[in-house]
């Protein structure tokens, strides 16, 4: 059985940055990821902010790959009828990114590999049982072939399944029933590349520009809410050309009513424990957030880092490391939700509408 000091699960971008900051640490890791390569997934857009912690880990030039398009603010209609611009021109980081969430992840996984940290594709964990102060871990893949694994540390990178944690007796917290429905568009002309936001009686939309001339589009609202006829496809295009800010883009899009609409949840969501004996969560594991904070991939990655270190020092013998990870995460979420209710507040044209209803009663953590 090989001896490995960190295994994660998960190899998204809260597992590659907690590999990277481990690596930085000089503690060699395991990645056990489920999917054999990584996956095509709605677009997601990295803020101007999100440049000083890239450069912390080391991946800002990742961005300079042509799949990655700037972006440079976003276009909203909320609250009010008329569109607005919110432009990073006047920020001291003047672009954002629209992320080509395959290929970053492809990236990722390179850069992480090029430290010497293994990457397991297509291997999930199923069971992880303590022995005499380690883990063995057990895996398994989608041929039912077997392996154990012992290690020092278990990171939980598996996202909202958080199924190490779950394992281990935390349990999650639902704090809304947000999903995303999402369809990407062929591009015959040329848009500005902002993000596209506006609100409507039970949700609200999202469109981003992606390489190769796409528009990815995404329906925002509770599951109890979305109607059957959103789900298939002329449906879903006769919800998005009632509206007044995204529809005019399908002026330049090649519409196809072919392909079904793919729903994904979005949900807020925490755990009752990030962390335990010699484990801890990270990234949507531990705390998930509503697309419209902009923060999932980024909270995703800084996550990682502080992970990393807080693995690093409890392996040296520091009892204060993970407590201060905690703290440290919990804070961001609480923060988070504070912006949360405010942006949602924003809102207030349709206060009878329940999806808007349950933003406006919700009370910060």
């Known amino acids: 059985m090989d001896h490995i000091p960190v295994l994660i699960a998960g190899g998204g971008p809260a597992g590659a940055a907690t590999a990277l900051s481990l690596a930085a640490r000089k503690i060699p890791c395991i990645i056990a990821e489920a999917s054999p390569s990584p996956q095509d997934k709605a677009g997601e857009t990295i803020p101007?902010?999100?440049?000083?912690?890239?450069?912390?880990?080391?991946?800002?030039?990742?961005?300079?790959?042509?799949?990655?398009?700037p972006c440079y603010g976003n276009r909203f209609i909320w609250g009010r009828e008329q569109p607005a611009d919110k432009l990073y021109f006047f920020h001291i980081h003047q672009q954002g990114w629209h992320l080509d969430r395959r290929i970053f992840e492809q990236q990722l996984q390179a850069k992480v590999t090029a430290t010497g940290t293994r990457y397991l594709n297509?291997?999930?964990?199923?069971?992880?049982?303590?022995?005499?102060?380690?883990?063995?871990?057990?895996?398994?893949?989608?041929?039912?072939?077997?392996?154990m694994i012992s290690c020092d540390f278990i990171a939980d990178a598996?996202?909202?399944?958080?199924?190490?944690?779950?394992?281990?007796?935390?349990?999650?917290?639902?704090?809304?029933?947000?999903?995303?429905?999402?369809?990407?568009?062929?591009?015959?002309?040329?848009?500005?590349?902002?993000?596209?936001?506006?609100?409507?009686?039970?949700?609200?939309w999202y469109a981003a520009l992606l390489s190769g001339q796409r528009l990815m589009t995404t329906f925002m609202t509770d599951a109890d809410l979305l109607g059957p006829e959103v789900r298939h496809p002329q449906g879903y295009l006769d919800s998005l050309r009632q509206t007044g800010l995204i529809a005019p883009l399908l002026s330049n899009v090649n519409v196809c009513t072919e392909s079904e609409p793919s729903v994904f949840t979005a949900a807020s969501g925490y755990l009752s424990a990030c962390y335990g004996q010699r484990w801890l969560a990270v990234g949507d594991a531990a705390f998930s957030y509503d697309p419209i904070s902009s923060y999932g991939i980024t909270s995703a990655l800084e996550g990682g880092f502080y992970a990393g270190h807080a693995i690093a020092d409890t392996l040296a013998g520091n009892r204060d490391a993970l407590p201060a990870y905690d703290w440290l995460i919990t804070q961001a979420f609480t923060r988070y939700t504070t912006m949360h209710q405010h942006q949602y507040q924003q809102e207030q044209r349709w206060p009878q509408q329940p999806f808007w209803q349950r933003r406006h009663s919700l009370i910060p953590a």
């Open 48 to 69: 101007a902010n999100a440049a000083p912690l890239l450069r912390k880990l080391g991946i800002m030039g990742l961005l300079e790959e042509p799949a990655h398009l």
């Open 158 to 204: 598996t996202g909202k399944s958080c199924r190490i944690a779950r394992m281990l007796g935390s349990t999650r917290h639902h704090a809304d029933k947000l999903v995303g429905i999402s369809t990407c568009y062929q591009l015959t002309g040329v848009l500005p590349q902002y993000t596209f936001i506006e609100a409507v009686q039970h949700g609200w």
């Open 122 to 147: 297509g291997w999930r964990v199923t069971h992880c049982n303590p022995d005499d102060g380690q883990w063995t871990v057990s895996l398994k893949n989608d041929n039912n072939d077997t392996r």
